[in-house]
């Protein structure tokens, strides 16, 4: 953060490095709980859930036979 | 910057003791740009990590393939990484919290959990695929992959273990300012600026057409140029550098000009894979293109030792720094997730668990490459897949934390301009994984 610390004719200016400054409020999502939603975007993230198990399941099922193949050629 | 006018402070010159390590200056400019090279750091980091040793492989190979026909393509990619990371920056900024945690508190345990063991599987994956590479360029150098490759892991968890975040900030830029070489070299392998500068700015079909073997490099490069691991990466950098909202428009540049870098390092690696093409490489029977072949080849015919040198010393920097950023965003994460102390301003001993899935990633993805044949090629395209599928659910919960007003407020939501943007980026990326993770899973 720059700090002007006097005004005209001789200007200053304090900088603080981010780590070394005094730490500031940040936005807190601990009280808050989980997001609220809509019923389509509630739907949206079941069917990303249910995409993302599908592809999980055939990525490992594409590596297991992968490897199979590379242990017996 | 948020200037405060002070006026106990007035006319009293600088006799009063200035904030703790602050530093004074006597002009506004001077200060701005104070401030800039205090913040400056995550963007860069993360675009430059970017182009790690798979990329480096990705970017000569599209250049051996393809020579400067597929440049307009990062032009195109420069503001779909700049904005996509730009969120990260906002919400590390406004939260002071990482990625993982932020998905974890807004979407609840399933989708937490979920997130946090992809990022630790890709990111694995993908570190092994760092340590790969750097036993290759050993070998291709001399040096025994089995001193080489324990030598570098031991470095990278010393640079990250001294308990301050600026040591390693500073160590890392260091490699990142090393990418200026990429630059020096693509010079005398070029053909000069008209012809690279031309396909920038005027899209042209990759030699040969769009064929399925372009349209999967192209996918490979989309991948290679926004990754999941960056998104978790920035947020937590920011959050441990304590960046203020005041910084946010210096951070907002620090990621512009990374986005800009990383793009022009990897056009100059397009063309020395485009001089390997032009100098007529011939590959040994049974082998595929890689940058350790193409260092050999342009060493010896005509560029010389010193391009052959630095070109495989480049291709570990890239290791090195994609290997370090891509395990801190693992620690980072896990250090949020399970509540852990997680900072690089820690002792080991005040953040045992953070280091240590730090050190664990560094050691177990090492350890695996020693391995006598380890299956790699299974790990690079299982990286290639889990990573393509992960990509597109992971910039969605982005897009969705960066919506919620009644955590961020009107200050920090995205405006609908970067709605718009955002939701073409996230269908492009959508389209191009499923592609691209079709594409994989049906080859025989």
Redesign the interface.
């Known amino acids: 953060m720059a700090v002007l610390l006097k005004t005209n004719p001789d200007e200053l200016y304090y900088v603080v490095h981010p780590l070394f400054d005094e730490p500031e409020e940040k936005i807190s999502a601990d009280d808050l709980g989980t997001m609220k939603m809509s019923k389509s975007v509630k739907l949206a993230l079941y069917a990303l859930r249910g995409y993302l198990i599908i592809m999980g399941l055939l990525v490992s099922y594409h590596v297991v036979s992968l490897a199979i193949h590379h242990v017996m050629p | 910057?948020?200037?405060?006018?002070?006026d106990n402070?007035?006319?009293?010159?600088?006799s009063t003791p200035?904030?703790?390590?602050?530093?004074?200056?006597?002009?506004?400019w001077?200060?701005?740009l104070?401030?800039f090279l205090?913040?400056v750091g995550p963007g860069v980091i993360v675009m430059v990590a970017d182009n790690d040793a798979g990329a480096v492989s990705t970017y000569t190979q599209a250049g051996y393939q393809y020579g400067t026909t597929l440049f307009w393509l990062m032009l195109l990619l420069l503001p779909c990484t700049y904005f996509v990371q730009e969120m990260v920056v906002r919400l590390g900024i406004?939260?002071?919290?990482g990625h993982a945690?932020?998905i974890y508190?807004?979407?609840?345990k399933?989708?937490g959990v979920?997130s946090l063991v992809d990022l630790q599987v890709v990111n694995f994956l993908t570190l092994v695929t760092e340590f790969a590479a750097i036993s290759m360029v050993a070998t291709a150098m001399g040096v025994p992959p089995l001193i080489a490759v324990p030598f570098m892991a031991l470095a990278l968890i010393a640079v990250a273990c001294t308990g301050s975040?600026?040591r390693w900030e500073r160590a890392t830029i260091a490699l990142c300012i090393l990418n200026v070489v990429w630059l020096l070299i693509a010079i005398p392998l070029g053909r000069g600026a008209q012809h690279p500068v031309r396909n920038m700015f005027l899209p042209t079909a990759p030699l040969g057409g769009f064929t399925g073997d372009a349209m999967f490099l192209i996918i490979a490069i989309v991948g290679t140029t926004i990754a999941p691991w960056q998104l978790f990466f920035q947020q937590s950098c920011v959050a441990d550098?304590?960046?203020?909202?005041?910084?946010l428009k210096w951070e907002r540049l620090d990621t512009f000009i990374g986005s800009i870098l990383t793009q022009v390092f990897a056009v100059a690696m397009m063309i020395a894979g485009d001089a390997a093409r032009r100098h007529g490489i011939s590959l040994p029977a049974g082998k595929d293109f890689d940058p350790t072949l193409m260092a050999t080849f342009l060493g010896t015919h005509g560029f010389g030792p010193v391009v052959r040198n630095c070109i495989l010393l480049l291709t570990v920097d890239a290791a090195i720094l994609g290997a370090t950023a891509i395990s801190l965003s693992s620690a980072w994460a896990y250090g949020e997730v399970k509540g852990w102390p997680h900072s690089l301003?820690l002792s080991v001993r005040k953040a045992p668990g953070f280091y240590a899935i730090y050190a664990l990633c560094v050691a177990m993805a090492a350890g695996l490459v020693l391995i006598p044949k380890a299956?790699l090629e299974?790990i690079i395209?299982?990286v290639q897949?889990?990573a393509g599928?992960m990509l597109p659910?992971a910039i969605?919960f982005l897009q969705?934390?960066l919506n919620?007003k009644?955590?961020?407020?009107e200050r920090?939501v995205n405006k609908p301009w970067n709605n718009w943007v955002n939701w073409i980026i996230i269908i492009l990326l959508f389209s191009l994984s499923f592609i691209l993770?079709a594409q994989?899973?049906l080859q025989r």
């Open positions: 910057m948020n200037l405060i006018k002070n402070f007035a006319n009293k010159g600088i200035p904030p703790p390590k602050g530093r004074v200056v006597r002009s506004r001077t200060s701005r104070l401030l205090m913040v406004a939260t002071g919290e945690a932020m508190k807004r979407f609840g399933w989708w979920f975040y600026l550098k304590r960046l203020r909202f005041s910084d301003e299956p299974l395209i299982s897949v889990v599928i659910s969605i969705l934390l919620d009644e955590l961020l407020g920090f993770a994989v899973l």
